[in-house]
């Protein structure tokens, strides 16, 4: 049955105690900003919303499955679609922002073969952004390759053959190495089976996802259902004969397209962004036509409803999220980032925020889940209690969490300068559903949809009506303290930090301060229906706004770095968390425990833990192409990784010692002490550099409150 909101007067009502941001009155009209909310929740049509998402599924390159991907015919057409209805529903100025990538279009693959019965099976397989083209079905032998690693497949003649193998690729490894491990063994693909981590929801689950890895190196997907059949036909060697049809191909130096509509606002010189991606694999109903649908049902509301922006509303269908560059750890992002960094970096200092949309339309535990900025989550935090509830979603109300984190288009956005927030993802979908054929209509929650619809309308509203970006820099403040470890850090460096953070909390204290008086003077104007005040107020603040973009920036810049497994931390948490386990590594084998220091310690520093189980082949390729690469390859990740601990020989040499009880570990200790040498030093220049970027901050903000 379907739930009903309430009463869209009451959510009105519940807005006119809104945040620091102000209220709207439109030039030829009498609306406050509770009117503008009612208008427009009343015009909200979840129905509109949701057969876009539908009609989406539409356009495919692979007829079976789906896959509408980076540069692909189907990313193209999907993208002139949506232009088509961005006009349509009214938006204004609609372009084909045009940027370069690499393309993939997987048109299909079936691996057939006779099973244990004597019966002809044919699977349907997943792809990967990899190249492997067949003349119709050609024969191969395929042979279980247990995980892929360097020792399953070592006493394997692979050459030439289908490497079948299990994967988790949550618990234990990415889908390129095992790929790249058996491309270097001569393999001509690997077929992966999931084993956990993802697909989980049933066992003829097939699985997708960013590759990492070159083009060179083909894999493909398969079902747990198929594979156990196939392993019930392979012989007493593991293998099997089977014959493959199969169409995946890797173009470089393609192009494909952002569709962006506007609703064009009184303040010409100010934007409220919205964004979305539209490639997808699979039919990608939650991953991310939901969103998409939901971009452009927000849309359609304002339009319908009348609403009369004070900032230009800006809408933007990101393509190729997903991938869109071969042989890069970050590959995906890539339509985002060439947005903000290449076709669009204007924006920044205009776009005074961003909403970003992934997997919108799912009910999925008892709380919703905004991932901001750090420096939005004290304005979201606000915000959050004028959203509505709806019957039978989220009883819990909405959690905040920060920061923004690599997983969706958001990262690119901040890392620019446009602070951001993205819809998180909730439960289990990621384990079950996510990146398979199963993200698809039955995974629909009307209510949940319902709710982000009034949610981000809102959100886009609230953040409408503010003069200058709503940013308290005191979260990020308090959570870079948060992260300093006394156990690690110098009693000199907690202090010099502390001290630089104490300064820098208090010009953050006086700045927000200022910016939320600078927000309450001009709701007042647009309350009071006094435009030429808001103008006049907007023109006063208009240098606070760009100042207050500028240090935002600048945070970013100064204190977002990138773990090896792409977590944003601050640039001390690097050596701070190296130290921490070459110690332990190292006090352990002063123990001679050789167990502890490769399972508790030496498998956290860094990447080493690719040392456990790959070739130095594979590790040296996966660690160089983060290190040697250009800034244009690896877009929104370049600088961002601080160096790297080479510690395989060492972990090859303790494992090889591990059933020595009278092991000699002179030289493995050797090795760590040099590395705790480097990261002693580096962790000196990082809190250096941190201590001089704060006190920038404070500079920066200290002017922006003066």
Same mark, same amino acid.
């Given at each position: 049955m379907k739930k009903r909101i309430v009463s869209v007067l009451l959510a009105a009502s519940l807005l006119l105690s809104a945040t620091a941001c102000g209220k709207q009155n439109a030039e030829d009209t009498s609306q406050t900003e509770a009117d503008a909310a009612q208008a427009y929740l009343s015009h909200v049509d979840v129905d509109y919303s949701y057969d876009l998402a539908v009609k989406l599924e539409d356009i495919r390159s692979n007829e079976k499955l789906?896959?509408?991907?980076?540069?692909?015919?189907?990313?193209?057409?999907?993208?002139?679609? !949506?232009?088509?209805?961005?006009?349509?529903?009214?938006?204004?100025?609609? *372009?084909?922002?045009?940027?370069?990538?690499?393309?993939? *279009?997987?048109?299909g693959a079936q691996l057939s073969?006779?099973? #244990?019965?004597?019966?002809?099976q044919t699977a349907e397989l997943g792809g990967y952004q990899t190249d492997f083209v067949t003349d119709g079905a050609e024969a191969y032998t395929v042979i279980d390759g247990g995980q892929g690693t360097e020792a399953d497949l070592a006493g394997l003649d692979v050459t030439g053959k289908l490497v079948l193998v299990d994967i988790d690729q949550r618990a234990d490894w990415w889908i390129n190495y095992p790929a790249y491990e058996a491309h270097l063994a001569g393999a001509a693909a690997v077929i992966a089976v999931q084993n956990g981590g993802y697909g989980e929801v049933s066992d003829d689950a097939l699985n997708a996802q960013d590759v990492c890895g070159p083009a060179d190196a083909p894999a493909f997907s398969m079902s747990r259902t198929d594979a156990e059949l196939l392993k019930a036909a392979m012989d007493e060697n593991g293998e099997a004969a089977v014959t493959l049809d199969a169409d995946s191909r890797v173009g470089k130096d393609g192009t494909s397209y952002n569709i962006v509509g506007i609703i064009p606002g009184r303040d010409t010189e100010?934007?409220?962004?919205?964004?979305? %991606?539209?490639?997808?694999?699979?039919?990608?109903?939650? =991953?991310?036509?939901?969103?998409?649908?939901?971009? !452009?049902?927000? @849309?359609?509301? !304002?339009? =319908? #409803?009348?609403?009369?922006?004070?900032?230009?509303? +800006?809408?933007? @269908?990101?393509? @190729? /999220? /997903?991938?869109?560059?071969?042989?890069?750890?970050?590959?995906?992002?890539?339509?985002?980032?060439?947005?903000?960094?290449?076709? %669009?970096?204007?924006?920044?200092?205009? +776009?005074? @925020? =961003?909403?970003?949309?992934?997997l919108p339309a799912m009910d999925a535990g008892t709380a919703?889940?905004?991932?901001?900025?750090?420096?939005?989550k004290t304005f979201v935090d606000e915000f959050k209690s004028d959203v509505p509830q709806v019957d039978g979603v989220f009883p819990d109300g909405i959690e905040i969490i920060v920061p923004t984190q690599t997983w969706s288009d958001d990262f690119s956005l901040s890392i620019a300068g446009v602070p951001s927030s993205v819809t998180a993802l909730r439960g289990d979908f990621s384990k079950t559903h996510y990146h398979s054929q199963f993200d698809n209509q039955d995974t629909y929650s009307r209510e949940a949809f319902l709710f982000h619809h009034n949610m981000y309308g809102l959100l886009m509203l609230a953040y409408d009506h503010c003069a200058v970006s709503p940013l308290d820099f005191s979260t990020r403040l308090n959570a870079l303290r948060e992260s300093m470890d006394d156990t690690v850090m110098t009693a000199e460096q907690m202090d010099t930090l502390n001290t630089a953070l104490d300064e820098a909390e208090a010009a953050a204290g006086t700045a927000w301060a200022r910016v939320s008086e600078a927000n309450a003077a001009y709701q007042q104007a647009l309350d009071a229906g006094d435009t030429g005040k808001a103008d006049e107020l907007l023109a006063e603040t208009r240098e606070m706004n760009a100042n207050v973009l500028t240090a935002f920036k600048f945070a970013e810049d100064a204190f977002v770095r990138l773990t090896w497994e792409d977590s944003s931390i601050f640039p001390h948490e690097h050596s701070q968390s190296n130290l921490l386990a070459l110690q332990g590594a190292a006090e352990a084998l002063k123990q001679g425990d050789s167990a502890a220091a490769l399972d508790e310690y030496l498998y956290g520093v860094d990447n080493n833990w690719y040392a456990y189980d790959w070739s130095r082949e594979t590790f040296d390729h996966f660690t160089d192409y983060v290190l040697y690469q250009s800034a244009d390859r690896l877009m929104w990740g370049a600088g961002r990784v601080q160096g790297h601990e080479d510690l395989f020989d060492v972990i090859r040499s303790v494992q090889a010692k591990t059933d020595d009880s009278s092991a000699d570990y002179t030289v493995e200790l050797e090795r760590l002490n040099q590395a705790i040498e480097t990261?002693?030093?580096?962790?000196?220049?990082? +809190?250096? %550099? /941190?201590? =001089?970027?704060?006190?920038?901050? *404070? *500079? !920066?903000l200290t002017e922006l409150a003066g």
């Open positions: 789906g896959y509408r991907t980076a540069g692909s015919e189907a990313e193209i057409a999907t993208g002139d679609m !949506l232009k088509e209805e961005m006009e349509r529903i009214g938006l204004q100025n609609v *372009t084909k922002d045009e940027f370069t990538l690499d393309t993939w *279009t997987f048109t073969f006779t099973d #244990s019965t004597g019966e002809v100010s934007m409220v962004l919205m964004s979305a %991606h539209y490639d997808s694999y699979f039919a990608g109903f939650q =991953d991310d036509n939901a969103a998409i649908a939901l971009m !452009l049902g927000i @849309a359609k509301g !304002l339009i =319908d #409803s009348g609403y009369q922006p004070e900032k230009t509303l +800006v809408f933007c @269908a990101m393509a @190729a /999220e /997903e991938w869109g560059m071969s042989d890069t750890r970050y590959d995906w992002s890539t339509g985002a980032y060439n947005q903000i960094f290449r076709v %669009h970096p204007e924006w920044v200092g205009k +776009v005074i @925020a =961003d909403i970003n949309f992934e919703d889940q905004i991932r901001t900025s750090y420096e939005l990261q002693t030093n580096m962790l000196d220049e990082q +809190v250096a %550099h /941190e201590v =001089d970027a704060l006190k920038e901050l *404070t *500079t !920066l």
